[in-house]
């Protein structure tokens, strides 16, 4: 059997993350590769609820509260599609995972890393991503890239994303091993050639 994977894609809105997951995925796809796509919040099934609250929902809600979502889909998404997954030795890809909460509730929000961690932890299993890969851009290039529609978290102002920004550059330095960064500003056919090397290397 083929060694499972499990890789995250990460990064702030309009880094172009989610169109190299993509890439990626043809690519491996194309190279004999049992592939499986996927995103949080929002997998299949109790996910997809979850995230029409988190990103839609018109109301008041606490930085505490935001958190707890975004672990209760981490937690249902990790039993019952990531594992399995990676159980059965497919490559999974993820856009966004735990990164994405310690950089947007923690650094961005405020809530203490520590504390979100350790609830990370809680809801993953302690299962880690075996690479995770963080597209880096400036904010004022993430923001335009973004457009005008924007959902609740896009909304959240300049300030927050260099807090972001900022936040997802420190999980790199702790965490050299997983975390790869790359420069965002790139073509994308420059920053697919990056993600080939990568994840080539942690197979």
Known sequence: MNKGLFITFEGADGCGKTTQLMLIAKYL???GTDVLVTREPGAK????KLREILLNYEGEVSSQAEAFLFLADRA?????????????GKV???????????AYQGYGRGIDISRINMLNDIATGGRKPDLTIVFD?????SLARVGKEKDRMENAGME???RVRNGYLQIAKQEPERVKVIDATQSI?????QVIKLINLSR
């Open 45 to 48: 099934g109790l996910g997809e």
């Open 29 to 31: 796809k194309e190279h």
């Open 160 to 162: 927050f994303f260099n």
């Open 76 to 88: 249902q998404h990790m039993d019952v599609i990531i594992k399995p997954s990676v159980a059965a």
């Open 92 to 102: 999974v890809l993820c856009d966004r995972h735990t990164d994405s909460t310690v």
């Open 137 to 141: 851009v400036d904010v004022e290039t």
């Open 189 to 193: 056919e420059a920053i697919h050639i």
